[in-house]
């Protein structure tokens, strides 16, 4: 095959071939890889694909993880040659690029992208539609006019230059950095920095900066000084002996990769300086290397694995499970995909040393059985041969080998899994029995399960999993915490319809905008609302069930497991009607949707909450009140080590500051943030207090004594350790006179766990 090869100026090469018209822009070439690399291959196993290895080869592209591939065979191996040495050249070339050139480039594809009538110009309106994709909402309407006024826009249409000035503009709107240039103890002085023309750097205003500032030896000649500059100066007639940055240019050289603090000469390893034992140095590493996307239902490809081992990586991980007869690598007690451990292993012994000779560290995360285990020393063995580091470099060593004595060889790091006993350490696996132990929790009223371990006469158990068993019902709620659930809405229909033509107004009213909503007339359903063609349109989101599983869809031929993957789907592919074709854009955020969740209180007292908390007996139980007298602050109180602690939340703006630094939009991102990291110590908000947990927590009669033993002081009472109630999970006959007889599924009452475990 050979195709047409056409070169544009913007930095994107075209192909046209027999299936058509192709462009790949040059900045998003990852890699060049020969050989037949890809799954395009694998579509003429039938014979009709004549090109050997030797022919082929696959460009990787795109600007996502999972890459875009383009699959080329050429008549013979020379030509495939020259296209892997041609391309390879240019790809290098758009990434030496000059920052200029590069953001020139960019805003040219952005431009091109939403421009209908594919001239050298936007509307106003196309202008709007492509804000977001730059990551720039504009405070008002009246704001981007003045924004627009100021770049020389007079006739709605906007040319390359005035949309360039926009993006400068829009870029250094917050140019608070320009008040260090009006400092006497800075190397040179800035006058007024509010108009863009009404200040200039100087030449050697520049150097004195290069130097004494950033620290530049090399802006000592002045002749490099002036062609750094020449870089960054858009108008041509000023690129003289003498330049002048304009306030807009400076700004752009201090935000460039030309101004990086990374010293470039570090990029390249010196070979004399890889000496040191393997401890010494920081390593690129890689962790949950098989995952394409997320961490709960994305795939897993031996794909991954490659791009890492020849983008440099040196350590990657294999998290391995029981497989059907064999071992396999995913993310366990999610819906990512499975892999074959057979099929990473082959795939690492081929792209391990393809970029550097330095060893691969394979971190094992094991949840195999022994079996698997020894089919996995088995096929380590097979496929990687020589390669796997069996032996120890220098038996008579006193530190870590070098990465030098190293090069080629491919690392198993492995840790057992211990529990600390007083002086020595334990090995689980040399435990008499190991399972699951399940202990009841009086507040979630339910069983859970706990690793446990009976080893010499004590059985050790862990506090909680820290990966729970999948319940299915949380990936249909994955909707609840999304910006665009607004739940159910007060007068549904016209409110959506409020917020939504409220958020196009300012936004500038794109096909797509969106927001979900529980129907007003269906428990089971949703409605999505979206804004066409200048109005809300409304579509219902049905519910069904088949074998026990809840889907929902728009239309009866496609199914979703959840709200949430149905909207992702239409957010990536077209929603089609009879009328009409629309993929999902923007989200309409809901207002305040903490006023929907049953933690939140508006008028609850400070007293009152911590009276609320004292019922509930676990820690991480808690709630957020809004601050008596105070419209803008809020309060989350939470049990932590056995007493109810207070943490302030003030909202300034459009967001919610807890303590001084940390920023989340809303109270509902705060509590979810907080569900999976710890707020205080190791406590994790994990019991939400609603009224009907606390109407229930009235009725225990215990609860009071409970926690009446916490708040005196600790020389008053000697510590009480916590009882729980365990079901037995396998049969004990008593052996001895102070032991307890007990059959499989009892309830054990009253079972202390020790402090020393």
């Known amino acids: 095959m050979v195709p047409c090869f056409i070169l544009k100026s913007s930095g994107i090469f075209i192909l046209k071939g027999a299936q058509g018209i192709l462009s790949v822009d040059l900045f998003e070439i990852r890699e060049i890889r020969p050989g037949r690399n890809s799954k395009d291959f694998e579509r003429f196993k039938d014979g009709r694909d004549k090109h050997n290895e030797n022919t082929c080869f696959t460009i990787f592209y795109g600007s996502q993880f999972v890459l875009n591939t383009l699959s080329l065979g050429a008549d013979s191996a020379e030509e495939a040659q020259k296209w892997l040495i041609g391309l390879e050249l240019l790809r290098e070339e758009t990434l030496a690029a000059p920052t200029p050139v590069l953001i020139e480039s960019w805003l040219r594809k952005q431009m091109y992208s939403v421009n209908q009538t594919k001239t050298n110009s936007l509307s106003v309106k196309e202008l709007k539609s492509l804000l977001p994709m730059l990551n720039y909402k504009a405070p008002s309407s009246r704001a981007l006019k003045d924004r627009l006024q100021e770049v020389g826009v007079k006739k709605d249409r906007l040319d390359f230059e005035q949309f360039h000035k926009f993006y400068n503009l829009m870029m250094f709107e917050q140019n608070e950095i320009l008040d260090e240039f009006k400092r006497e103890a800075c190397s040179f002085i800035l006058g007024n920095t509010d108009k863009q023309d009404a200040s200039a750097v100087l030449l050697h205003d520049f150097q004195r900066f290069l130097i004494y500032d950033q620290k ?196 198993l790091k492995h840790k057992k899994l211990n529990v600390e006993g007083g002086v020595t350490t334990r090995d689980f696996r040399r435990g008499q029995k190991q399972g699951d132990l399940e202990i009841w929790d009086p507040v ?172 509930i007996p676990r820690d991480g139980a808690f709630l957020i009140r809004q601050r008596e007298g105070e419209l803008d602050s809020y309060a989350i109180t939470f ?24 920023e989340f939009e809303s109270l509902v991102e705060l509590v979810n943030y907080f569900k999976k990291k710890p707020l205080y110590r190791k406590i994790k908000l994990r019991y939400p207090v609603t009224p009907e947990l606390v109407e229930r927590f009235s009725t225990n009669e215990n609860c009071s004594s409970i926690y009446m033993e916490t708040y005196v002081k600790p020389n008053e009472i000697e510590p009480s350790l916590p009882q729980n109630t365990v079901r037995a999970l396998y049969s004990y006959q008593a052996k001895r006179p102070d032991e307890l007889s007990f059959t499989k599924g009892a309830l054990i009452h009253n079972v202390s766990k020790e402090i020393d475990g």
């Open 216 to 411: 530049e030896p090399w802006a000592n000649d002045l002749t490099q000084v002036r062609e750094l500059m020449t870089i960054f100066i858009d108008d041509t007639m000023r690129k003289t002996n003498d330049p002048e940055f304009t306030v807009s240019e400076f700004l752009s050289f201090l935000f460039s990769k030309e101004n990086s603090v990374w010293d470039e000469k570090f990029s390249e390893i010196n070979n004399l300086d890889m000496n040191n034992p393997l401890s010494h140095y920081w390593i690129s590493s890689s962790h949950n290397t098989y995952l394409t996307g997320d961490q709960i239902r994305s795939e897993s490809s031996t794909e991954a694995y490659v791009r890492c081992l020849r983008l440099g990586c040196r350590c990657v991980e294999l998290d391995c499970w029981e497989g059907p007869g064999e071992p396999i690598i995913y993310h366990g007690w999610t819906r990512t995909t499975k892999i074959k451990f057979e099929d990473v292993v082959k795939a690492i012994n081929e792209h391990a040393f393809v970029t550097t000779d330095f060893p691969v560290i394979l971190s094992i995360e094991e949840h195999c059985p022994i079996e698997q285990q020894r089919q996995m020393a088995r096929i380590f063995k097979e496929v990687f041969g020589d390669k796997l580091l069996s032996e120890p470099v220098e038996h008579m060593a006193e530190q870590l080998p070098s990465p030098t004595q190293l090069k080629g060889k491919i690392i």
């Open 444 to 615: 979630d009223q339910r069983w859970n399960r706990h690793y446990c371990v009976i080893s010499d006469d004590k059985l050790y158990y862990a506090e909680e999993y820290e990966e729970e068993e999948e319940d299915p019902r949380k990936y249909q709620e994955l909707h609840c915490v999304e910006p665009w659930f607004h739940g159910r809405m007060k007068e549904g229909r016209l409110m959506a319809e409020q917020l939504i033509h409220d958020y196009c107004a300012e936004t500038g009213g794109q096909d797509g905008t969106f927001l979900v909503r529980q129907s007003d007339r269906y428990v089971h359903d949703f409605t999505l609302s979206f804004w066409r063609s200048g109005r809300v349109q409304h579509c219902r989101i049905r519910s069904g069930s088949e074998g026990g599983h809840t889907y929902f869809f728009l239309t009866s031929n496609l199914h979703f497991p959840s709200v949430f993957s149905l909207i992702q789907h239409y957010r990536e592919n077209p929603l089609r009607c009879q009328d009409f074709e629309l993929r999902l854009t923007e989200a309409v955020p809901s207002p305040d949707p903490h006023l929907q969740e049953r933690w939140f209180y508006s008028n609850l007292s400070r007293g009152q909450a911590e009276d609320y908390l004292l019922r």
């Open 639 to 662: 049990r932590g080590d056995g007493k109810v602690k207070h943490c302030r939340i003030q909202k300034e703006g459009n967001v919610y500051l807890l303590g001084t630094t940390t």
